[in-house]
């Protein structure tokens, strides 16, 4: 099991970038899968980006595809959420999640409501 602290939020200006972190305690972080998700006001929480344990397999939801890039450090326990030509529709509070055991190249469980512990995520808003 492996704790979750993201970061890295805050306002920007549509079209611009922001980088977000999530910071993992505990052990084996390069066995875990990683992943993305967030959640917009009235909304459910949604799968954003993922990333195998290898860190060779990217995954992305359609809607962010192109503009958004998901990364990691093992070295760091470390993974980052790369936010470019952001858009209005991208506000919501961002939260990572992992999942350990998975075949190599795998991604992470899509379907939040199947992830019983989160974080505390971190708010981004995009203006126009």
């Known amino acids: 099991q492996v704790q979750l602290v993201e970061s890295g939020g805050g306002l920007v200006q549509a079209g611009g970038s922001l980088r977000l972190s999530c910071v993992a305690s505990?052990?084996?972080?390069?066995?875990?899968?990683m992943g993305w998700f967030r959640q917009a006001p009235g909304k459910e929480r949604e799968f954003v980006a993922a990333?195998?344990?290898?860190?060779?397999?990217?995954y992305y939801a359609d809607s962010v595809k192109g503009r958004f890039t998901i990364s990691r450090d093992n070295a760091k326990n470390t993974v980052y959420l790369q936010m470019d030509s952001a858009k209005p529709e991208d506000t919501a509070v961002y939260f990572c999640?992992?999942?350990?055991?998975?075949?190599?190249?795998?991604?992470?469980?899509?379907?939040?409501?199947?992830?019983?512990?989160w974080g505390q995520g971190t708010q981004v808003t995009v203006s126009r």
């Open positions: 999640n992992a999942e350990y055991g998975l075949g190599y190249g795998s991604s992470l469980d899509r379907d939040p409501s199947h992830y019983h512990s």
């Open positions: 505990g052990r084996s972080f390069n066995s875990y899968a």
């Open positions: 990333i195998s344990w290898d860190g060779g397999s990217t």
